[in-house]
């Protein structure tokens, strides 16, 4: 059955002349049909180098708009389109609203007191001239209005890289606390967070190292600065697996969604490799199947496309990031 289903999305792949990526928190079997998996870095590189008509993003809303930014010529599907990231749509340009109308259409998801009804716009009325570091998990309207953009991969280098000694960093605290670790600037950070990293504990880290002895824990900059300090490794999904790829460490703690273990057993099959705790779970990457990956390829419906005057500011920051490194 699921191989017929993999004929028939190679088929009408190679019909439409259409390149999958994929990011590393996807499901098994959408990484394994994907031309690309990797990390938010990797993929916006790739979207704005790839020769296509289509490109399937296996991942979420924020990263096929990002592909369709550097890319407006090309087909941009997304196979889920309420296939969201919370944390992105925590921070807005000049909208005011509550969470819980905002995660209307999303997976349910555990609803956290954010935000204050604070906008970007608000933010740079009170700090003028403060250049803006966006994540890139952000809406093109959030990216449009920022100076730069960043992603986990490279976040410390785009903000040193700034011409300011004070910088504003949306909406991610922990990734902005990250950098203000690993910086001089001053950072000014948005109260946003993402719910799979965040709830991650100081308790949980002591839990799998008394679990897992001989392990090393590796974690993702998305978790609070406290569990940050307790890793041996910080990295983005493709930093971490790069680290465990060329580490002489034989057995790794991962501190991330759970989809990234199984690239990370197949890159490195002699290894060991336990999620910190096997509920990072990120319901909107899950949201993609073959089936919908299918159904994209053959309704082309899914199409996403950003407003060409956001999508033109928004590729300056976009730019901005992708020339740094
Ligand atoms: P990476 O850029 O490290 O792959 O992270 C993306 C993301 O959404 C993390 O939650
Ligand atoms: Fe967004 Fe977190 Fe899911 Fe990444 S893991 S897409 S930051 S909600």
Redesign the pocket.
Known sequence: MSSDIIDSILHLKAQRRAILLAHN?QRPEVQDIADFIGDSLELSRKAATIDCDVIVFCG?HFMAESASILSPDKIVLLPELNAG????DMVTVSERRRVKEHFKGYVEQPVYQFPHEFTLRDMKTKYPGVPVVAYV?TTAAVKAESDICCTSANVIDVVNSMDSDIIISVPDKNLSMWAQRHSNKRIITWDGF????DRITKTDVVQARATYPNAILIAHP?CPLEVLELADHVASTSGMIRFCKASDQREFIIAT?TGILHRLKKDSPEKLFHPLRSDMV?P??KMTTLNSVLKALQEMKNIVKVDEEIRIKAKTALDRMLSIK
């Open positions: 928190y979420v990231c919370p944390m992105a998990n993402c719910n799979v990293h998305e969604e990120c909107n990457m």
